[in-house]
């Protein structure tokens, strides 16, 4: 959950919104998706049980043996698209639909995402590299589909610290301070972590967010029917009754007696704000302006946070742009690390492999990624762009949805059972 102010100021800073996949069941606070064998061309995936109190805010977990023998069973969760996704649904993944990959790394323990199951280690081996390669798929990705893909800043990971991604760890202890106390570990495209979220900027759009409203082209983005926002809730001395809150799939955390942080969507928030005990009520919003830590690009010169950010444009293949220091913090880490090309700046001027340039000229579509559950979601707010070769499938719909806190047969949303991704 990103930051949100409270009556006695801004709460503590904690994470959400990826998805760590793991093989087939699901655990975790963040909607995401594991991953079946490379060759595959579907994924089973689903989302735990999870309730606000306990929810690991980060797409990069503590890996546990216990969940890596889940792994290799197929696994997947988040809060980060609730309501659209409930914690608890499995959800039927398609490869085909975008075209599958071809594995960069063929070599790997069957089943097995990038740890081994039980005993920890790599389940792959970097012996042998293959380059970017995607098969002819059925349909082009279009704006507002629900897309499982490899986590952009999943390159490299601290292993004894996996709740944070590790360019955060490092923006807040330094790199030197990183390196010693935690392994760091790199990880191909095809082994990074999977995540699920709504993708709402296309290659070439205008994107921005204005006091949390998304801007696409200068137009009103989409907003799923189901998207939640979190409020600040105060009540009488009556209070609000929590479980019964939760029995409704609401999230709700008590910050002091009669005042609540609560995540609603539209209809539930009309329906809260007519509750007789409930004395005000109002979406937590941050201020144009304010820099917000952790927000891309993390650059001083942009004071950017998570409900106000751009405009700027999303790369797409043979779009070049200028090299200046508007540009450069937007565009680095695609130009650098996406489509690896040796960046220097000198005194004289930026070098792009050897060359002096001023410009540059994009080799890959990229996309915008957020999830429907805007203040509970690490998403590109946080990281960025995702390159056309970390997309993995189409989410399509679900094939079960399990309410852990449900009694016998009620345990199974049977309303959702085969239902739709939109």
Same mark, same amino acid.
Request: hydrophobic share 35%; net charge positive.
């Given at each position: 959950?990103?930051?949100?102010?409270? *009556?006695?100021?801004?709460?503590?800073?904690?994470?959400?919104?990826?998805?760590?996949?793991?093989?087939?069941?699901?655990?975790?606070? /963040?909607?995401?998706?594991?991953?079946?064998? #490379?060759?595959?061309?579907?994924?089973?995936?689903?989302?735990?049980?999870?309730?606000?109190?306990?929810?690991?805010?980060?797409?990069?977990? *503590?890996?546990?043996?216990?969940?890596?023998?889940?792994?290799?069973?197929?696994?997947?969760?988040?809060?980060?698209?609730?309501?659209?996704?409930?914690? $608890?649904?499995?959800?039927?993944?398609?490869?085909?639909?975008?075209?599958?990959?071809?594995?960069?790394?063929?070599?790997?323990?069957?089943?097995?995402?990038?740890?081994? #199951?039980?005993? $920890?280690?790599?389940?792959?081996?970097?012996?042998?590299?293959? #380059?970017?390669?995607?098969?002819?798929?059925?349909? +082009?990705?279009?704006?507002?589909?629900?897309?499982?893909? =490899?986590?952009?800043? $999943?390159? %490299?990971?601290?292993?004894?610290?996996?709740?944070? #991604?590790?360019?955060?760890?490092?923006?807040?202890?330094?790199? +030197?301070?990183? /390196?010693?106390?935690?392994?760091?570990?790199?990880?191909?495209?095809? &082994?990074?972590?999977?995540?699920?979220?709504?993708?709402?900027?296309?290659?070439? @759009?205008?994107?921005?967010?204005?006091?949390?409203?998304?801007?696409?082209?200068?137009? *009103?983005?989409?907003?799923?029917?189901?998207?939640?926002?979190?409020?600040?809730?105060?009540?009488?001395?009556?209070?609000?009754?929590?479980?019964?809150?939760?029995?409704?799939?609401? +999230?709700?955390?008590?910050?002091?007696?009669?005042?609540?942080?609560?995540?609603?969507?539209?209809?539930?928030?009309?329906?809260?704000?007519?509750?007789? =005990?409930?004395?005000?009520?109002?979406? =937590?919003?941050?201020?144009?302006?304010?820099?917000?830590?952790? %927000?891309?690009?993390?650059?001083?010169?942009?004071?950017?946070?998570? @409900?106000?950010?751009?405009?700027?444009?999303?790369?797409?293949?043979?779009?070049?742009?200028?090299?200046?220091?508007?540009? !450069?913090?937007?565009?680095?880490?695609?130009?650098?690390?996406?489509?690896?090309? !040796?960046?220097?700046?000198?005194? @004289?001027?930026?070098?792009?492999?050897?060359?002096?340039?001023?410009?540059? %000229?994009? &080799?890959?579509?990229?996309?915008?990624?957020?999830?429907? =559950?805007?203040?509970?979601?690490?998403?590109?707010?946080?990281?960025?762009?995702?390159? +056309?070769? /970390?997309?993995? $499938? &189409?989410?399509?719909? %679900?094939?079960?949805?399990?309410?852990?806190?449900?009694?016998?047969?009620?345990?199974?949303?049977?309303?959702?059972?085969? &239902?739709?991704?939109?």
């Amino acid at each position: 959950m990103r930051p949100h102010p409270t *009556p006695d100021g801004p709460a503590n800073r904690s994470l959400a919104g990826g998805i760590p996949a793991i093989d087939l069941p699901v655990r975790s606070s /963040h909607c995401g998706v594991a991953r079946s064998s #490379p060759g595959c061309p579907f994924d089973v995936v689903a989302r735990s049980p999870v309730g606000p109190a306990s929810m690991d805010r980060s797409p990069f977990r *503590p890996v546990r043996r216990s969940e890596e023998l889940r792994r290799s069973l197929r696994f997947v969760a988040s809060g980060s698209m609730q309501q659209s996704l409930l914690i $608890g649904d499995y959800l039927f993944v398609s490869k085909l639909n975008y075209g599958p990959r071809i594995p960069n790394t063929p070599i790997a323990f069957p089943f097995a995402h990038h740890t081994m #199951p039980l005993i $920890g280690g790599k389940a792959f081996s970097e012996l042998i590299k293959i #380059p970017y390669k995607r098969l002819p798929g059925f349909q +082009e990705i279009k704006r507002n589909d629900v897309i499982v893909f =490899n986590a952009p800043a $999943g390159d %490299t990971v601290a292993v004894e610290n996996q709740d944070l #991604p590790y360019y955060d760890l490092v923006r807040s202890m330094g790199r +030197e301070a990183v /390196h010693q106390q935690f392994t760091i570990q790199t990880r191909p495209v095809d &082994k990074r972590e999977h995540l699920i979220k709504r993708c709402v900027g296309m290659p070439g @759009d205008k994107i921005s967010m204005t006091e949390g409203v998304l801007f696409v082209n200068d137009q *009103p983005g989409f907003v799923a029917p189901e998207s939640q926002m979190d409020y600040t809730v105060i009540t009488d001395e009556a209070g609000l009754d929590e479980q019964r809150l939760r029995d409704m799939g609401i +999230e709700v955390s008590a910050i002091q007696p009669g005042v609540y942080v609560i995540f609603l969507t539209k209809d539930q928030a009309a329906m809260v704000k007519s509750w007789s =005990n409930v004395k005000s009520m109002q979406m =937590n919003l941050r201020k144009p302006g304010e820099a917000e830590a952790n %927000t891309f690009p993390n650059d001083p010169q942009y004071k950017w946070n998570y @409900d106000n950010f751009g405009p700027f444009i999303i790369p797409r293949k043979g779009m070049t742009i200028p090299l200046n220091a508007q540009t !450069l913090p937007l565009y680095e880490r695609a130009i650098r690390v996406y489509e690896n090309n !040796l960046l220097e700046k000198k005194t @004289d001027g930026l070098y792009i492999n050897g060359n002096r340039a001023d410009s540059y %000229t994009f &080799k890959m579509d990229y996309y915008w990624m957020m999830g429907d =559950n805007r203040h509970n979601s690490l998403d590109a707010r946080d990281w960025g762009f995702v390159p +056309e070769d /970390h997309i993995v $499938g &189409k989410a399509l719909f %679900t094939w079960m949805s399990w309410n852990a806190n449900g009694n016998g047969l009620s345990k199974i949303r049977w309303n959702r059972i085969f &239902k739709g991704i939109h």
